[in-house]
């Protein structure tokens, strides 16, 4: 894989969303400001200390990182996070069973009226996120 070979595989999930935080590329099952939670990071420059990091079901965690080249997320290790350090650590596949493993736990444990904004149509999925970013930006006024 690559980043821009794994960029459009998460995005190609359902209801994903990328945004630039902590400069790295984070992806979210729905938009944060609806309520969604991030599931996977990646590094958007090559030569940092890895080049992506991912939930992963609390089943797998530990046999994860007996993998040379993956180790505990820093700041999200407790919450059973992974960072991989190159891409050549998983085949294709495997990296795209992970993050699609990844995107399936988060949704899972979003509460059900979080979940629910998963069935909307995509045109009115897109008026809430606006409208609830809109509210956001004008409380952040006040």
């Known amino acids: 894989m690559s980043l821009d070979r794994t960029r459009d595989f998460l995005l190609s999930l359902p209801r994903v969303e990328e945004t630039l935080q902590w400069d790295n590329?984070?992806?979210?099952?729905?938009?944060?400001?609806?309520?969604?939670?991030?599931?996977?990071?990646?590094?958007?420059?090559?030569?940092?200390?890895?080049?992506?990091?991912?939930?992963?079901?609390a089943d797998q965690f530990e046999p994860l990182l007996e993998i040379e080249g993956v180790r505990p997320a820093p700041y999200l290790a407790r919450a059973q996070w992974v960072v991989v350090e190159r891409w050549d650590v998983f085949t294709a596949a495997e990296w795209q069973h992970h993050l699609r493993a990844a995107h399936s736990r988060v949704?899972?444990?979003?509460?059900p009226r979080i979940q629910r904004l998963m069935e909307l149509k995509q045109r009115e999925y897109r008026v809430l996120v606006?409208?609830?970013?809109?509210?956001?930006?004008?409380a952040g006024k006040k």
Not at 130 to 138: C, D, F, G, L, V
């Open 25 to 57: 590329l984070v992806y979210w099952v729905l938009d944060k400001a609806v309520g969604g939670k991030m599931f996977a990071m990646m590094e958007p420059e090559p030569g940092g200390p890895h080049v992506a990091g991912f939930a992963v079901p």
């Open 107 to 111: 949704e899972a444990k979003l509460p």
């Open 130 to 138: 606006r409208e609830k970013r809109a509210a956001a930006k004008s």
